[in-house]
């Protein structure tokens, strides 16, 4: 079994019956931060309405992890260094939290496409 940081592009992908998406959540286990659970929750909001986005709240409480202040600067130091990508504030947390704890960063968000430590699936 091997773990992953969920990004919300994952979840979202997941959520949405992709079958690429599968195994990451079935066969194998995950984290995510709050953040990336807000972007969910708003994406499933909008498309679904209200009563399934709290259902899929309560289903990913379990794997929130929450960062702490010593999570920043290695964030926002990714985030400065691919400035071009412009990618998300929740996106470079989670990839350094990812780092971190020796995950893989599970996305299918082309700015990550080619990076280290990055599984991406379309």
């Not at 990913?60 to 990618?87: C, N, Q, T, W």
């Amino acid at each position: 079994m091997s773990e992953f940081f969920y990004d919300s592009y994952a979840i979202i992908e997941y959520i949405n019956g992709n079958p690429a998406y599968k195994i990451y959540f079935m066969g194998n286990s995950g984290i995510t931060t709050l953040y990336n659970i807000m972007e969910v929750y708003y994406s499933v909001l909008k498309e679904e309405g209200e009563a399934k986005a709290k259902e899929v709240l309560q289903l990913l409480s379990p794997i929130v992890v929450y960062p702490g202040m010593e999570d920043v600067e290695p964030a926002m130091k990714f985030r400065f260094s691919h400035k071009e990508k412009k990618l998300s504030y929740a996106d470079c947390l989670g990839y350094a939290l990812a780092r971190k704890r020796k995950l893989r960063f599970l996305t299918g968000d082309e700015g990550f496409r080619h990076l280290p430590h990055v599984e991406f699936v379309k």
